[in-house]
């Protein structure tokens, strides 16, 4: 009879390989099915991606599937932006002019109500975040021209999950053109892991633009919704509703730091919902709640 002697590494490394699935899996079961629950007789298509403070935390629901960004493609706008102030070809004080032309009507800018004869210099900063902290839509498209338009900031992502081809202008020609800028919502969380680990923009203006993004005012009814004492830097998205009642889209993502430091990066798209506008967002609410709840419990 022969025996087979097998090494006790070998042995000691499988043990781990099973553990760490037996983890993901565990992840992936409880977390996924709570989101689950959250969705299941929601009206529309849900799309979430969740990435855990551990590189096995993942969780995706319709995570591969493209959604219409709407205003959260102001996130890697902003990356662009401030990536040009890194490499000097703008600066953050340098001021630009904001003639009365460009502050259209019909569109969302607290900075026109504020400004309604235009005319006026503001520095780049202030642009910056007058278009992550108020979504200011005639900003977004002002600081577009000055970095060359939605081509450029495709080129500076190099990924072609992120279609970016309509300003907030374009988008509110028809009821289709809200929809022409897309992405998955597990693109979205790389893109936003990526920018926590500074692989994106250097130290400071990752933690500029993280702070600017902490204090955004739009979409403080969803991730925020239900954790309001809560650090979470999150970009939203919002489109028309249409005469039948549907809402295009209703979108937050973000990242949601953890009582340890550790950070969730989460995004949740919500497209063609007959869900009343509030509903919808507790939905947000209701997911970013539960994920913040098994973090804790954990």
């Given at each position: 009879?022969?025996?087979?002697?097998?090494?006790?590494?070998?042995?000691?490394?499988?043990?781990?390989?099973?553990?760490?699935?037996?983890?993901?899996?565990?992840?992936q079961?409880?977390?996924?099915?709570?989101?689950?629950?959250?969705?299941?007789?929601?009206?529309?298509?849900?799309?979430?991606?969740?990435?855990?403070?551990?590189?096995?935390?993942?969780?995706?629901?319709?995570?591969?599937?493209?959604?219409?960004?709407?205003?959260?493609?102001?996130?890697?706008?902003?990356?662009?932006?401030?990536?040009?102030?890194?490499?000097?070809?703008?600066?953050?004080?340098?001021?630009?002019?904001?003639?009365k032309?460009?502050?259209?009507?019909?569109?969302?800018?607290?900075?026109?109500?504020?400004?309604?004869?235009?005319?006026?210099?503001?520095?780049?900063?202030?642009?910056?975040?007058?278009?992550?902290?108020?979504?200011?839509?005639?900003?977004?498209?002002?600081?577009?021209?000055?970095?060359?338009?939605?081509?450029?900031?495709?080129?500076?992502?190099?990924?072609?999950?992120?279609?970016?081809?309509?300003?907030?202008?374009?988008m509110?020609?028809?009821?289709?053109?809200?929809?022409?800028?897309?992405?998955?919502?597990?693109?979205?969380?790389?893109?936003?892991?990526?920018?926590?680990?500074?692989?994106?923009?250097?130290?400071?203006?990752?933690?500029?633009?993280?702070?600017?993004?902490?204090?955004?005012?739009?979409?403080?009814?969803?991730?925020?919704?239900?954790?309001?004492?809560?650090?979470?830097?999150?970009?939203?998205?919002?489109?028309?509703?249409?005469?039948?009642?549907?809402?295009?889209?209703?979108?937050?993502?973000?990242?949601?730091?953890?009582?340890?430091?550790?950070?969730?990066?989460?995004?949740?798209?919500?497209?063609n919902t007959?869900?009343e506008?509030?509903?919808?967002?507790?939905?947000?609410?209701?997911i970013?709640?539960?994920?913040?709840?098994?973090?804790?419990?954990?």
């Open positions: 009879m022969k025996f087979l002697l097998i090494p006790i590494a070998t042995i000691l490394l499988s043990l781990n390989s099973c553990i760490s699935k037996t983890n993901r899996s565990t992840v079961s409880i977390l996924q099915s709570k989101i689950e629950t959250i969705i299941s007789a929601k009206k529309g298509t849900i799309g979430v991606s969740i990435i855990g403070p551990k590189t096995s935390d993942n969780v995706s629901i319709n995570g591969e599937e493209m959604f219409p960004m709407l205003s959260t493609f102001k996130f890697p706008i902003a990356l662009m932006v401030l990536h040009k102030v890194e490499v000097r070809e703008l600066s953050m004080q340098q001021q630009v002019f904001i003639k032309e460009e502050l259209l009507q019909n569109t969302w800018s607290p900075f026109r109500e504020k400004y309604p004869e235009g005319n006026i210099s503001i520095s780049l900063e202030e642009g910056i975040n007058w278009m992550v902290n108020y979504s200011d839509n005639n900003i977004t498209d002002i600081l577009l021209r000055l970095i060359g338009g939605t081509d450029q900031v495709e080129k500076f992502l190099n990924n072609k999950i992120f279609i970016i081809k309509n300003n907030e202008d374009d509110h020609k028809d009821w289709e053109s809200q929809f022409i800028n897309k992405a998955t919502p597990s693109a979205f969380t790389e893109l936003l892991k990526n920018f926590s680990e500074e692989k994106i923009l250097n130290k400071e203006n990752t933690a500029w633009l993280y702070q600017a993004m902490v204090g955004s005012r739009t979409g403080v009814n969803r991730l925020k919704g239900k954790l309001p004492n809560v650090e979470i830097a999150q970009r939203a998205g919002t489109s028309f509703t249409n005469d039948e009642g549907i809402t295009g889209a209703i979108n937050n993502v973000g990242i949601i730091e953890l009582p340890n430091k550790h950070k969730i990066f989460i995004a949740v798209f919500i497209h007959s869900e506008f509030e509903k919808a967002e507790e939905i947000i609410a209701d970013a709640k539960a994920t913040y709840d098994y973090y804790i419990e954990k």
